[in-house]
């Protein structure tokens, strides 16, 4: 493989990805468990909201899935996998509506921190659609955070 991007790049770029692969499809499933588990007085506006976000996810994962085989890489695809490589705990139980916001803020800034700790291996590497599928990638979990935390302000 000659795109420009030496294998150990390539391979530093992947494993990059594929936790940042992992930290999507944890805070998807998360996120689609509670619009399914929501409850109280904002049950709409919520289960209409992780709607939203889950679905949009649905799709980040596959993008994110395909830049690593791009790169000449597998990318993960089991739970094992993902619970090896997720900055993302698991919710325990059924958490009350706020703490389920939390959570989801709480997902999606490590998300943020995640994709920014890749950016100086595909900076160094010129991999300009890394670099972009990072920052787009970024601009929603940073935008999906203010919203959320915007709901705990009293």
């Not at 936790?19 to 468990?33: E, G, I, P, Q, V």
């Not at 803020?105 to 100086?120: D, K, P, Q, Y």
Request: glycine share 6%; charged share 25%; aromatic share 8%.
């Amino acid at each position: 493989m000659d795109i420009g991007i030496n294998e150990q790049d390539r391979q530093d770029i992947a494993h990059g990805l594929s936790r940042l692969l992992a930290d999507s499809y944890t805070l998807y499933l998360k996120t689609h468990n509670f619009h399914w588990n929501v409850t109280g007085p904002m049950f709409n506006t919520l289960h209409l909201m992780f709607e939203a976000q889950y679905n949009e996810m649905a799709l980040a994962v596959d993008l994110v899935a395909e830049r690593i085989r791009a790169l000449g890489h597998y990318a993960p695809g089991s739970y094992a996998d993902y619970a090896r490589l997720t900055s993302i705990p698991e919710a325990n139980g059924v958490p009350k509506a706020d703490d389920m916001i939390r959570q989801l803020v709480e997902g999606h800034e490590t998300l943020c921190r995640t994709a920014r700790g890749i950016f100086a291996v595909v900076e160094k590497a010129g991999d300009e659609p890394t670099a972009d599928l990072l920052t787009q990638r970024l601009q929603v979990h940073e935008k999906t955070a203010w919203m959320l935390r915007s709901l705990l302000e009293k």
